[in-house]
């Protein structure tokens, strides 16, 4: 041990508790970033489960230009050819086949225009979680039975219920008039008003049917393992399609691009946040940067006399540096061991936001958020917090390199 480090040592133990309480605040700093980092990435996490789950899958195979302009007739000709490609995927968990049109749907004399979505009864419960959000009645039934899932908002408009008889008008892929009758088999509700109000939901077969769309579909939904494969399993399927006869029509669309409006969301509140945590930090670094401009002054003329003795001023700035150092890696790893503790406990409890429910409902988010520890919450919360109450450790270090002797020892500065 250097003689720096062990006088910085010494001196760090003079006033104890004034270094224990610095100690704490930025302990108190580390363990309040880390937790909140971790808050966010976690709420991040499932925001983007429960949307990529309820919407749109972790990738898309759709024909090129239908994300601009979803046209009836731009589809995903014969998808069952698609299927091996797209299990083979690196992280592959599941996949379904959804068509997308628009049509006036009435029930008795009232008129109301909807989104249409057919999907597979047998694949779509691996994908999303529309089977468990029927409320009234039951799921749709495999085949082309003229039967249909009603959202709870477009039923009470309606006035319809399980049973009950709907007329569906609407354009065919071919242009013809698509025209039909359904029976509703179930009501369900996700939670999000926008979509419950809006949305009939048909059997695929019987989707193509009624829209003359043949064997194509508009999108082949593909769920994975977790986000860190999507970019690699993205890059391989348009490889592997650019080779298929007929793929150069198609696109592979990754969840970031099929849902723009919520990384924008998510950007927006990790900015609102890094300015809350640079304020905190801010704060910490006044009260570390007061503490070391004390002790300057109150050992003044300790440090007139080192330097009347021959101590070189640059020597004088490193120890203090040094005790600056040993407060601030002190602060940060007993930050770094609570706030760990702190954000596993709830890890495992969660933190239920009863206030918020009915707004969380409206994203199709659950009302209990889980935190989530990892790495990059641990190292940017601590590396923060060490490297700016570090740096404000500089000036007070640069007025004990100015220190004079004969002023340390008399009057001051």
């Not at 270094?19 to 302990?27: E, G, P």
């Not at 008129?111 to 047998?122: H, L, N, Q, R, S």
């Not at 009470?156 to 088999?185: H, M, P, W």
């Not at 509140?269 to 809350?276: K, N, Q, T």
Request: aromatic share 8%; hydrophobic share 50%.
């Amino acid at each position: 041990m250097s003689i720096e480090l062990k006088m910085a040592v010494r001196n760090v133990s003079r006033n104890r508790r004034r270094s224990v309480m610095t100690v704490l605040a930025v302990a108190f700093a580390t363990t309040l970033l880390i937790f909140m980092l971790s808050w966010q990435l976690g709420s991040y996490a499932t925001m983007i489960d429960a949307t990529v789950r309820f919407q749109s899958g972790h990738l898309q195979i759709q024909a090129r230009g239908y994300r601009e302009r979803m046209e009836v007739f731009r589809v995903v000709p014969s998808p069952g050819r698609l299927l091996p490609l797209v299990e083979s995927l690196p992280g592959y968990r599941a996949s379904t086949f959804r068509g997308n049109a628009f049509a006036l749907v009435s029930a008795s004399e009232r008129t109301y225009g909807c989104a249409v979505i057919g999907v597979d009864p047998a694949r779509e419960g691996t994908v999303s979680p529309l089977p468990t959000l029927v409320r009234e009645g039951e799921f749709l039934r495999s085949g082309s039975a003229p039967e249909a899932l009603v959202g709870a908002l477009l039923a009470k408009n309606l006035r319809v219920g399980v049973g009950d008889e709907l007329i569906l008008l609407g354009q065919g892929r071919d242009g013809s008039v698509a025209a039909t009758a359904v029976t509703v088999r179930g009501i369900f509700r996700s939670g999000q008003d926008s979509f419950d109000r809006s949305t009939l939901i048909l059997p695929l077969r019987f989707f193509q049917e009624t829209f003359s769309m043949g064997d194509s579909v508009h999108q082949v939904i593909i769920l994975l393992d977790s986000l860190s494969v999507v970019k690699e399993a993205k890059k391989r399927l348009q490889g592997e399609l650019s080779r298929l006869q007929g793929g150069e029509k198609l696109v592979v669309l990754d969840w970031i691009e099929l849902l723009p409006g919520l990384v924008d969301a998510i950007k927006m509140d990790l900015s609102s946040g890094f300015i809350f945590y640079i304020i905190l930090i801010v704060v910490v670094a006044f009260s570390i940067m007061n503490t070391f401009l004390m002790a300057v002054f109150e050992r003044k003329k300790e440090f007139g006399i080192l330097v009347a003795v021959g101590v070189r001023p640059g020597r004088l700035a490193k120890v203090l540096l040094l005790e600056s150092f040993t407060i601030t890696g002190l602060g940060v790893l007993l930050g770094i061991l609570m706030g760990s503790a702190v954000t596993l406990y709830f890890q495992s409890r969660g933190i239920e936001i009863r206030g918020a429910a009915e707004l969380l409902r409206q994203f199709g988010l659950p009302t209990r958020m889980y935190p989530r520890l990892s790495p990059v919450s641990v190292a940017v919360g601590s590396g923060l917090v060490f490297l700016i109450t570090f740096i404000t450790a500089l000036y007070p270090a640069g007025l004990a390199m100015k220190i004079k002797p004969v002023e340390a020892m008399g009057k001051g500065f």
